[in-house]
């Protein structure tokens, strides 16, 4: 198995592969990786030849709040809201007559049997469903920013610049 993930880019032959190089500096924030890039491409050292390598990822949920019977039923009533809209949009094509009322009242109808659907299944999904929000994201413990050999010592150069002239 590969471990080559392929990504869409301009170039369609483009593949995400483990940069090979030399090791810069190695950062315990994304950001901070970011910056020295930053800097590196501000000193004229080709981009392309840059990386920023994360190690060790762990999967980070943050919980963000509680899902009560307001947020199902709100949640809920805007995506009904979507489907009457469009029931609205169908009737008001079929029928060209009246274009107003067929669309508020599937707006209005959606919202309402969306809601009331929303409460319902929360309050039968007891342990089906999760009663929190949350965000999740990947992180890694470590970042790495890897130049090409061919541009290492132009890298270096630009790091000890930067340093010179008061930077970080």
Known sequence: MSNNISRSSRRKDAVVTMPAGETLESFTSYSEAQHLVQTLIAHDVRPSALSIVG?????????????????????????GSWLGLLAGLVVVILSPQDFATPII???VIGAGVGMLTGILLLTFSHTLQRRYRSSQGIIASQYRVVVEHSDSAQAHTAITEHKAHGGD
């Not at 060790?56 to 009533?77: F, K, M, N, Q, T």
């Open 105 to 107: 009242a599937g707006v």
């Open 55 to 79: 190690s060790d990822p762990h999967v980070v949920e943050r919980v963000i709040g509680r899902v009560g019977y307001g947020r199902a039923a709100l949640s809920s009533a805007m995506s």
